[in-house]
């Protein structure tokens, strides 16, 4: 399997589509308690993550009788399971932290698991791409908890920042490749 050239234009759309609603809501949690000069760009990068999700949300929607890495069944429950695992760990995660009293780590919890869950999606997915994604979150939730253990600055801000930027780029890979694209593909997975 060729995990760098076969997804599909429908699944590059819901991509941008869902990346950039993970850019909004990352940039939307460093607005917690960011010191107070960033407060407008994470409101700009916010909301720039939110147009891209729509313009990839419209053209999913547009392209939805086209192909689609889901379209078996077994595929489409594999996606499940990964999401339903990750959405476990999270939730278990930030209940250990916050009776633990380190709720304030919650956010590099979520974005390592969040990070970890693109491994097994890059294969579902058809896309390599995925596991840059994932190396690069699990980079910024172990790099936040190191470096964040002796700064002043907010966990949620510095992960959200990072997460937030590294959302965005995702969710602009995955435009630009359906701008340089010729139009949803006409194979099937």
Do not use: K
Not at 46 to 61: E, P, Q
Not at 63 to 73: G, K, N, Q, R, Y
Not at 100 to 129: E, K, M, Y
Not at 152 to 178: D, I, K, M, N, Y
Request: charged residues 10%.
């Amino acid at each position: 399997m060729d995990l760098l050239s076969t997804a599909t234009d429908r699944d590059v759309a819901f991509t941008a589509a869902v990346l950039g609603i993970a850019g909004f809501a990352w940039f939307g949690w460093a607005q917690e308690a960011p010191p107070a000069s960033w407060r407008l760009p994470l409101g700009i990068a916010s909301g720039l993550c939110f147009a891209a999700a729509v313009v990839g949300g419209v053209l999913g929607v547009r392209w939805w009788d086209t192909p689609t890495a889901l379209a078996t069944s077994s595929d489409g429950v594999r996606f499940g399971v990964i999401v339903a695992i990750e959405a476990v760990l999270c939730a278990a995660g930030a209940v250990v932290l916050a009776r633990t009293g380190n709720a304030a780590w919650v956010s590099a919890w979520i974005c390592g698991v969040v990070g970890i869950h693109f491994v097994p999606l890059a294969r579902v997915f058809h896309d390599a791409g995925f596991v840059v994604l994932a190396v690069l979150l699990v980079g910024v939730a172990v790099g936040s908890w190191v470096w964040g253990r002796g700064s002043s600055l907010a966990p949620s801000a510095l992960v959200g920042v990072l997460a937030g930027s590294t959302f965005a780029l995702f969710t602009a890979r995955a435009l630009v490749t359906l701008a340089v694209g010729d139009g949803p593909a006409a194979t099937e997975h």
